[in-house]
């Protein structure tokens, strides 16, 4: 038979005096290997972009969970500024003809670092004239230039998200043609109804289905902590909503963990503050809890985590 012409990947380069091996463990403490991490030549991922933003959770509601909103952002210069959950098209930024900036949190394509790729885009739309497009140069996989979120914004302003029906606060009253109106119409069609949940922090309830609705919560603490809390409520049997609810999961998006209970969806939105404030108590005192798991607390945790997804 001939011989195979497939060659073997040659190995790794040792390392000399003074490097690190390429196959071990990074110095960093990943606990990836060296190559694949700090010896990548690529830039880190940043694993919570909006970290010291006021309204932390609600960034990452507005990039992960909210189809439609808006909230109110103040430059370090004073200028004001709109940030919505997307813009049409998934543009990252536009300038109206009043010279009103709106910023998408929602990208259609994203770096390691995504409050830099938005502050590119803010930064080019604060330069740009009223009217004009705003062309941020790349954004994305291949990295942007301009500055992070934390750079250009008033950090003492409050952060305060409107939910929205619709898309119609894409056009804010400007004259569009029949073209334009059927596309706005289009992509109203498609926003899930969602709700804000009144006194709660990033807790949003939504309804995919007719029979069925979700109460997803963007929580701030870590994970380890919040991963040990709901276990001991779930070992109680006190993690659930109430009647007909239930605990189904979570995922990690941003360098935070988002809880998702199942709930009827004949519910009105509005109707599940209440349990979810009482919840919020009861979770709060468990995260209070310093003593190391029991049995049964440890195996509500191991289901937990099986339950558990990331976003990327």
């Known amino acids: 038979m001939a011989r195979s012409t497939t060659r073997r990947r040659p190995a790794a380069p040792a390392a000399t005096d003074g490097e690190t091996n390429p196959k071990a463990p990074c110095p960093c403490g990943s606990g990836r290997r060296y190559k694949h991490c700090h010896g990548s030549g690529y830039g880190q991922p940043v694993l919570r972009p909006f970290e010291g933003l006021p309204g932390e959770v609600d960034w990452v509601a507005l990039r992960e969970l909210v189809p439609a909103a808006t909230a109110r952002l103040t430059t370090t210069e004073g200028r004001s500024v709109t940030l919505a959950s997307v813009l049409p098209g998934g543009t990252a930024a536009l300038v109206r003809a009043n010279g009103e900036i709106l910023l998408g949190v929602q990208l259609q394509t994203s770096s390691d670092d995504v409050s830099r790729d938005l502050g590119t885009a803010l930064a080019a739309a604060l330069e740009a004239p009223a009217g004009a497009p705003v062309d941020p140069g790349p954004i994305g996989a291949a990295g942007s230039a301009g500055p992070r979120l934390q750079e250009l914004l008033d950090l003492s302003a409050p952060f305060k998200v409107t939910v929205h029906d619709d898309f119609e606060f ?66 109680a049997e006190q993690l659930s909503l109430g009647e007909g609810t239930r605990y189904a999961g979570a995922f990690r998006a941003l360098g935070l963990v988002v809880p998702v209970w199942d709930v009827p969806g004949a519910v ?14 009861r979770l709060e005192a468990a995260l209070a809890v310093t003593e190391p798991l029991d049995a049964d607390e440890r195996r509500a945790r191991a289901g937990l985590l099986s339950r558990q997804v990331t976003l990327r």
Do not use: F, I, K
């Open 170 to 235: 894409w056009l804010e009253g400007a004259d569009v043609d029949a073209t334009a109106r059927a596309s706005l119409q289009q992509a109203n069609e498609m926003v899930m109804p969602t709700v804000r949940l009144d006194g709660l922090e990033a807790a949003y309830w939504c309804r995919p289905t007719t029979e069925r609705g979700h109460v997803r919560w963007v929580r701030p603490e870590p994970e380890e902590a919040l991963l040990d809390a709901l276990a001991r409520l779930g070992a």
């Open 268 to 281: 009105p939105g509005a109707e599940w503050a209440g349990p979810s404030a009482e919840l919020h108590s």
